[in-house]
């Protein structure tokens, strides 16, 4: 899958979860920048990207995501 | 030996010389001794927990690094935390079981009865388990490499400043800096023993004053009306933040004085606007710890359930949390209070977003008041199960607080004094909360508002505080 192409189905994830049709991403984006994005939410986020995507992560994998950018490393990885 | 006791006034200058003394490569060696002396003073025999505990983590962190398979790392994993886990069991829950059975074989007559044994509870042991069980996961999950050490890792596990009730410190943070070079300088010197001051007005000006009227009120349920035990339980978070949030800065700041940075336990915890930012406020090592290692790979091993696997987790997480403090039903039934104030946070989230945004109360005073308001009673209601101590008084409470009427009881120099003590604390904290950058009192620029402040603060303490009160509440978990 295109870079774009994820990066698109990840903002309308983002949009969903947050609850917020304004919101756009970049990669140096964290948790820190977005309103509600908190430990509950962040986990609700990673199983809506599990099904969007069709992939599947480890939790050592979700400990080394600090940033967007690193999320979007991830699902390359694992969709391609 | 307590923070609040002369020999730890004793204690500490002494420590800080011998550090001072020694050649700074062996300056970790003095912290490990000094840690080890203060701790084997409270009970000589605990060392042995502590020493069984560091070398049974120094093996297995070590073994788990070697090993090659994920799966056998894991297996070393689980084996070092049922290990360490085990002496906690048996203290804190060994009474709660052994009293649980002889209440069954009494109840069908079949009670043996034999002398009755007690252990005396290892001051401390919740928080070390607790640090130790943390650091054999990073090693596991490859936050960190297993130290090789053993010294560095008992310093790390017997750290005198933390040992008896936290912060409840991550060896990724603790670990680089013992080894560092360790240094006395004139700036941690002093923020050090800002944090230490601010610590002890805490404790002893808010905290134990406090005490006094709380524990005549709690202690004598049956004589006093409802609204008497209405402010004895407004007030008593109020008691519980000035003494573990006093004896978390006596801890931060001193282990700042010997150049070490401790995480924060607390931030302005009654300015939160709900129970979830609560929560991120209030004694926020032991949260941190339990949503890395307890409430994450809950929710991750939930997360197909969606919001209801959010909602399973944090129940299971908070329930531990309370059964972590006390093997009690009040313990849990506070467990389960935090746990369904926040699923309900979590629910209604989105909904409570969009109301915000539709009416613009981001800004509102009125609603970031009552936000604060209602928060703060939640948290005061769960509490009472606590101070209670058993569920039938928990009950009586709410019922007297709703039925009964009557003249308050005032007992007018400890709530003067009590009040005096909590309002300087809270225009303190309120000055922090919303306006961090003025009218600044410890971090002033002038050095005459500095010193005026700290003799303030000293003053305040030699004048109102309670010089020889109690222990700390959170030793006895």
Redo the contacts between chains.
Sequence with gaps: MELTAITDNLTNVFQKTF?DTELTLSDDLTAGDV??W????H??L??EI?KEFNIKFK??E??KMNTVGDLIGMIKSKVS | MVFTSLNFLIFFPAVILLFYLTPSRFRWLTLLISSYFFYLNIEPVFGILTAAITISTYIFTRLIDRAEKDSKKSVLMYINVIIILLPLFFFKYFSALNDGVFTILEAYNIRWALPKITFLLPVGISYYTFMAIGYTVDVYNEEMKAEKNIGIVALFISFFPLILSGPIERATNMIPQFKSELKLNPSNFKTGLQLILWGYFMKLVVADRLAIYIDVVYGNLEYHNGNSILLASILYPIQIYGDLGGYSLIAIGVSKVLGLNVMPNFERPFFATSMAVFWRRWHISLIKWLTDYVYTPLAFTYRKYGIWGIVLALMITFVLSGIWHAATLSFLVWGFLQGIFLSIEALLNKRRSRFVKKYKLMTSTIYIFLSIFFTYILFAVSEVFIRAETIEDAILVFKKIAFERGVIFLDLTTLAYGFIGSIILFMSEFREEYFPKKLLFFKNGNVLVRFASYLFVSLLILWIGILNGGQFIYFKF
Excluded at chain 1, 38 to 41: C, E, H, I, M, V
Aim: net charge negative; no cysteine; charged share 30%.
């Design positions: 609850d309103d509600n908190d430990s509950l939410t986990m609700v990673i199983g599990e939790l050592k979700l400990n």
